[in-house]
């Protein structure tokens, strides 16, 4: 299995631009996570999916964020407009049964928004 | 109080050297913890689980005390590649991570 993929790896844009990132899960896996990390806040939960349905947006920042999963093995975050404050590393995960087995995570979006 | 909280560190530790991290909860309510393991710049990976028995995998020795609502992870025999930063995550309430511990093994 290739795992977690996540692309672009890296993602340089001016402050207003949209970002899409996306991500592709382990097959089979019916949890996905993505995730937000920064020095000063570490690694937030943004949004979880669970077979492709939304389940908590709660740790969404705001309404420029929107994610969407339109099936099992695709995953988008799209930022509208970017902010320099946006500016951070974002992790897509999967998972077969989280509380079981854990994730495992992609090898991330490193976004820089100028 | 946080959710989910770490002692950043740094650990500093001399090879051979024993260490032990805390992780400490706030929901009573969770179920399941695991342990994971970030190298700079790269993604977290799973470690561990954290059993309410304990579980144990070589060198590393992973504890739940439910009483006083904290996990905690204990490395034996410490080795340079054991450096990097160690995150607790609840895998129930909020698949919530903590912020981390660094720890960095000297030789």
């Known amino acids: 299995d290739a795992g977690v993929i996540q692309s672009p790896r890296h993602e340089v844009t001016e402050m207003g631009q949209e970002v899409t990132l996306r991500c592709k899960p382990i097959?089979?896996?019916?949890?996905l996570f993505w995730y937000r990390q920064t020095m000063m806040r570490g690694l937030e939960l943004l949004i979880y999916?669970?077979?492709?349905?939304?389940?908590?947006d709660s740790g969404m920042p705001e309404d420029r964020f929107s994610a969407k999963m339109p099936n099992a093995s695709f995953s988008t975050l799209k930022i509208q407009p970017s902010e320099p404050r946006d500016s951070a590393v974002y992790f897509c995960?999967?998972?077969?049964?989280?509380?079981?087995?854990?994730?495992?995570f992609g090898s991330g979006t490193r976004l820089t928004v100028v | 109080r946080k959710e989910v909280e770490q002692d950043p560190g740094p650990f500093n530790v001399p090879e051979g050297a024993t260490v032990a991290f805390n992780c400490t909860y706030s929901?009573?309510?969770?179920?399941?913890f695991f342990w994971y393991r970030q190298d700079c710049r790269k993604e977290p990976k799973l470690l561990m689980s954290?059993?309410?028995s304990g579980n144990e995998d070589g060198r590393f020795t992973a504890q739940l005390n439910r009483a006083s609502q904290y996990i905690s992870l204990l490395i034996r025999d410490s080795k340079l590649s054991d450096s990097a930063t160690y995150l607790c995550?609840?895998?129930?309430?909020?698949?919530?991570f903590g912020t981390g511990t660094r720890l960095k093994v000297l030789a």
């Open positions: 999916f669970n077979n492709n349905v939304p389940i908590d």
């Open positions: 995550n609840s895998g129930t309430y909020k698949y919530i």
């Open positions: 097959s089979g896996h019916d949890y």
């Open positions: 954290v059993y309410s």
């Open positions: 929901n009573s309510a969770s179920q399941s």
């Open positions: 995960a999967s998972s077969l049964v989280p509380w079981r087995g854990g994730y495992t």
